[in-house]
């Protein structure tokens, strides 16, 4: 209809959030949104990662491609990256991708002195920069109440005699060019849903078909009540719309017995960070750069409504 309006305003809310780890609930959207939501946190959030490695000394027993591949996947923390400039489009250095506006410089220099040996971490990394360094995950480790390992993502190891000393260049980028600038290790999301049970078809069944039709949920959705031997829906996010109940219910010859739909406009989200940024963060990034992609749309469909009104010259104006 002409003149409607589809504006809708989501709602979001937190269940669980921690330093790596982000649970919420995400209303009176669509399924587009959402997904675009986890596209942008997974594919178009910007970090920051080594990029360029040049290996001054390596007699290890890792060839210099190996060790640059995976200086390239240690985390760095990036709460600096939104503000940093993307290397190609650095005037500072013309797109050298060597200045303290679109890179932070890395050192690494450890020589195996003795029989023991020695493990060469992220930790051995020094940067140029006390903002960008390798992600420490001790910190996590310890407020998850889990063992402390203080030595850090393990780069390569040494024996007596063998020595690495490296140079290492990190940039901002995005998981779109390279998986390494992904923040999230883990982003899903799943459609709420609604479960009824048909209470007047549900007493016509014995208490061994109860029971029966209670366990062929692989996941723990259902349970039955020992005193009043109800069945009581007892975690709804755990069904994962295998329809086993619904299967179940059909053989018994109790169609209907129970009624699952999913609502179109509620998500459950589950985010995951490698620890470059806070959980928290990643989202916020996420829609920041979600609302300029939409503000580029709407200005694409405003520069085509001037071209239809103003034709040539609307171009020109443009430069066109």
């Known amino acids: 209809m ?144 889990e063992a402390l390992d203080t030595k850090g993502i393990i780069i390569v190891k040494l024996r007596r005699g063998q020595e690495l000393r490296l140079r290492a260049i990190a940039r901002k980028g995005i998981g779109k060019d390279h998986a390494k600038w992904s923040p999230a290790a883990t982003v899903t999301f799943m459609y709420e849903p609604s479960i009824h049970i048909n209470e007047d078809l549900m007493e016509t069944l014995t208490l061994e078909e109860k029971t029966s039709w209670v366990e062929s949920s692989p ?40 009624d699952i739909t999913a609502k179109e406009d509620s998500f459950i989200f589950t985010v995951e960070s490698t620890g470059a940024i806070k959980a928290s963060q990643l989202i916020l990034n996420a829609i920041d750069i979600l609302k300029q992609k939409l503000d580029a749309v709407r200005l694409s469909d405003d520069t085509v409504e001037a071209d239809d009104q103003f034709g040539e010259l609307g171009a020109h104006m443009r430069g066109g």
């Open 219 to 258: 996941t723990k959705v259902f349970e039955l009540d020992p005193v009043t031997h109800q069945v009581l829906v007892v975690d709804p996010e755990a069904y994962t719309y295998d329809d086993e109940v619904i299967k179940k219910a059909e053989a018994m010859g109790k169609a209907g017995l129970v």
């Open 2 to 145: 002409e003149g409607a309006s589809y504006q809708r305003f989501p709602k979001v809310k937190i269940r669980e959030l921690r330093d790596d780890y982000a649970k919420f609930e995400l209303h009176d959207t669509d399924v587009s949104m959402a997904n675009a939501l986890r596209r942008v946190m997974i594919a178009e959030v910007p970090t920051i990662a080594i990029d360029l490695v040049e290996i001054e000394v390596n007699s290890s027993v890792l060839n210099d491609e190996f060790i640059a591949h995976r200086l390239g996947l240690i985390p760095l923390t990036s709460e600096r990256a939104m503000s940093m400039r993307f290397s190609r489009d650095c005037d500072a250095c013309d797109g050298d991708g060597q200045c303290e506006f679109c890179s932070v410089e890395f050192h690494l220099r450890a020589k195996c002195h003795s029989d023991q040996t020695l493990d060469v971490s992220s930790k051995d990394l020094y940067s140029s920069d006390h903002t960008v360094v390798p992600v420490d995950f001790s910190d996590s480790a310890a407020a998850a109440g």
